[in-house]
């Protein structure tokens, strides 16, 4: 781990309580943004997991504003809650953000301490051990290889809500909206699992990706049993006759998901009638 510690596992709450956090401390600094992976998934009613982290997209970031800068600037503004350790990836440049979830008061030289990954190795023991902390990443859709979302096609949680500033005049106007949780329709959320299910079984993945092959699976079957027996109107349209579009998850084509597809079916044959059940085969 980049934190020198093994963090505590959350309860479903504590992670819905990050994200509600995090996403209305984007707001304050005029970021709107949705959640997708196995958060949206609990919102659309996954239940055989708890999620183990928060994956937000950022809606309205420019070309200046990269994933890295808006994680500087959320430490920067609330130190108190979020920190950035190194990535152990190999060769990796990018820093991971951590969330407080407990609001520990923690003095400057702390926060120095746990901010490095040298340093956070240290903090293992009284400081390391006791922390409650929630994974946050944060990525422009872009980054996934998603053209840009409008929020006008997301679903919104009937009564999860976050303290929205989206609409304030300075960051210093504390009169807060409260708005309903965006998260990604279903339809979207199943294809973007696919592509990391994908990227994960190649040859020459990583053997940490690897391993991930059997959970994205379980969720790939979880989500698709939700989408060809639940709602239909979650789905948005069916995508088929869409072409090049943000639901096809990052898919270039409606065939080049159904290239995919069907290498998935090949491995799980029973799940054909499911994948036809939302339009596909």
């Known amino acids: 781990m980049s934190l020198g510690f093994k963090p505590p596992a959350l309860s479903t709450g504590e992670i819905l309580r990050a994200a509600c956090y995090t996403t209305s401390a984007l707001s304050r600094h005029k970021f709107e943004a949705c959640l997708f992976g196995s958060v949206a998934g609990l919102l659309h009613g996954m239940d055989s997991r708890a999620p183990k982290d928060v994956d937000l997209f950022i809606l309205n970031s420019t070309q200046d504003q990269d994933d890295e800068a808006i994680k ?43 901010s490095s990954s040298k340093s956070a190795s240290a903090t293992s023991g009284a400081c390391g051990q006791s922390r409650r902390v929630c994974k946050i990443d944060i990525l422009s859709p872009q980054m996934l290889g998603l053209p840009p979302i409008s929020s006008s096609e997301l679903q919104y949680h009937p009564t999860l809500s976050y303290s929205s ?27 973007l699992k696919l592509r990391a299910w994908e990227d994960h079984s190649l040859p020459n993945a990583r053997d940490i990706m690897r391993d991930r092959v059997p959970q994205d699976e379980d969720d790939i079957e979880e989500l698709l049993c939700l989408a060809s027996t639940g709602n239909k109107s979650t789905l948005l349209r069916q995508p088929a006759k869409r072409g090049k579009y943000w639901s096809l998850g990052g898919f270039q084509s409606p065939n080049e998901a159904e290239r995919c597809i069907r290498k998935y079916v090949e491995k799980w044959p029973r799940s054909v009638k499911r994948w036809r059940a939302i339009g596909f085969m």
């Not at 108190?80 to 350790?85: K, N």
């Not at 989206?166 to 294809?191: G, H, N």
Request: charged share 20%; aromatic share 8%; hydrophobic share 45%.
């Open 165 to 191: 500033l989206l609409k304030t005049t300075s960051v210093s106007d504390v009169d807060p909206e409260e708005c309903p949780v965006a998260f990604i329709p279903l339809f979207p959320l199943i294809l």
């Open 72 to 114: 500087d600037l959320l430490v920067q503004s609330e130190p108190e809650r979020f920190f950035l350790v190194d990535s152990l990836t190999v060769g990796a440049t990018h820093r991971v953000l951590w969330f407080n979830v407990d609001d520990p008061q923690v003095n400057s030289s702390q926060k120095q301490k746990v």
